[in-house]
């Protein structure tokens, strides 16, 4: 678990949203200069999977094994269109596309992950309000994440999702829920921390509810109020007791830093978010002294 890499967030902000598959072979070497172990991968845009082909796989494939990064998962981001509201998940514009990703995940043979965010659901009438609406809506979402989940099945890819504040899914216990689904078994978590803070989850127990389902993590901080993309030691999270948890749940995969900052301030933002998560990977067997008031704080020490 001790392994320390990067999400998207990282290429986001040196490059911008339009990045692709030829900014990563420019992100790689930095990523590694800084002591990264792993890289997330990322389709961004809709459209844009002409840019995974299998060239530009190849040669990102080997330039992080020429640097020592392994690809720790391929996040869909562009499918969160499909998730955003009842229209959204009627239309399914993306789905057609998800094959292609998947495809590229297959190029990188240590990649068994690929992640589709969920973002806040959009209420567009008073009507989707009643208890009938409501039911539709989970049952047209238990559907569609279906279909994603035979996709990535089919290939031998692990189906993740990152659930936004606001999202229809309502976060860990929802996810939970809809992991007991026939047509959903086997669904998998992607453990974004700040996400999870957001919504005042007690963080440092997500790892235990979630077991074999979690197969990775964006690894960020904020104030618990809004859903930043802040370093660790940079909002209020506990972050030794978050990792105690995760350590106590068996996690093993890597702990991704996702931090959103200035193109010039990349670089430094990084490495001292990798120190601060160093500091607190080092401090998490220190015993943990909860208040059941305020569960995320106080330690001995």
């Given amino acids: 678990m001790d392994r320390i890499g990067v999400s998207p967030a990282f290429v986001v902000s040196a490059y911008g949203p339009g990045f692709g598959a030829r900014e990563y072979l420019a992100a790689v070497p930095r990523v590694a200069s800084l002591g990264f172990r792993s890289l997330e991968l990322e389709q961004y845009a809709p459209g844009a999977s002409a840019e995974w082909n299998a060239a530009s796989c190849a040669s990102l494939a080997r330039l992080m094994d020429d640097e020592g990064l392994e ?43 690929v992640t589709i965010p969920l973002p806040a659901y959009l209420i567009a009438a008073r009507a989707e309000l009643s208890p009938a609406a409501a039911a539709g809506a989970r049952e047209r979402l238990i559907e569609l994440l279906a279909k994603y989940l035979a996709i990535a099945s089919s290939a031998g890819k692990r189906l ?13 216990e929802g996810f939970l829920r809809l992991a007991a689904e026939d047509s959903l078994r086997g669904i998998s978590y992607n453990f974004d921390t700040g996400h999870a803070w957001a919504r005042k989850e007690r963080i440092e127990q997500v790892p235990a509810l979630l077991g074999d389902a979690l197969c990775g993590t964006h690894i960020c901080d904020n104030a618990g109020g809004e859903s930043l993309k802040l370093g660790p030691g940079e909002g209020s999270i506990d972050f030794p007791a978050l990792l105690a948890g995760l350590r106590a749940s068996g996690y093993a995969g890597s702990l991704d830093l996702e931090i959103l900052c200035a193109p010039t301030e990349v670089e430094e933002r990084y490495r001292r978010a990798k120190a601060a998560l160093e500091r607190a990977l080092a401090a998490a067997d220190a015993p943990l002294a909860f208040d059941s008031r305020n569960p995320s704080q106080g330690r001995e020490g």
């Fill in 71 to 113: 690809p720790s998962q391929f996040v869909a981001h562009f499918c969160l269109g499909d998730f955003v509201s009842r229209a959204g998940m009627e239309r399914a514009a993306c789905l057609e596309e998800f094959p292609s990703v998947v495809e590229a995940c297959a190029r990188f043979p240590r990649c068994d992950v």
């Fill in 160 to 172: 993740a999702l990152e659930i936004m504040p606001h999202a229809l899914v309502g976060g860990t």
